[in-house]
């Protein structure tokens, strides 16, 4: 089950309401790029993917260049994806910006080895 934390930044073109829609659209874009077909646990859909929000702090936070919001997706590694990790980045990236033109963000795909379990 893929992770998706968005860490975002108040500021005049980001509020609570347009980070809800970035997150909304996080699911559908993760299970879109980084589901391997040929490998049966590599399998995702939009359904599975949890995202958390949490607001950052520009004066504490230390950044390269200001942005609106970061976002840091988690999804189990095999080598399948591992080969499109940086294709599945890109293509998420265009994806929000189209969606979101006028933000400034970026995307960072982990692929950690990892176990996973969950109860029902």
């Known amino acids: 089950m893929p992770l998706v934390n ?13 980070v809800s829609d970035v997150a909304a659209a996080m699911p559908e874009l993760v299970a879109r790029y980084l589901h391997v077909e040929e490998v049966l646990r590599a399998h995702l859909n939009p359904r599975e993917i949890e995202v958390f929000v949490d607001e950052g702090r520009i004066d504490m936070d230390i950044m390269p260049s200001a942005i609106d919001f970061a976002v840091r997706i988690e999804a189990m590694y095999f080598p399948e994806r591992m080969a499109k990790v940086q294709e ?8 929000l910006h189209e969606l979101f033109r006028d ?12 176990g996973f379990a969950e109860t029902g």
Do not use: H, Q, S, T
């Not at 963000?105 to 990892?114: G, H, K, M, R, S």
């Open 6 to 18: 968005i860490r975002w930044y108040p500021g005049a073109a980001m509020d609570a309401d347009r």
């Open 103 to 114: 933000l400034r963000f970026n995307v960072w795909i982990v692929l950690p080895i990892a």
């Open 88 to 95: 599945a980045a890109d293509k998420i990236l265009e994806a």
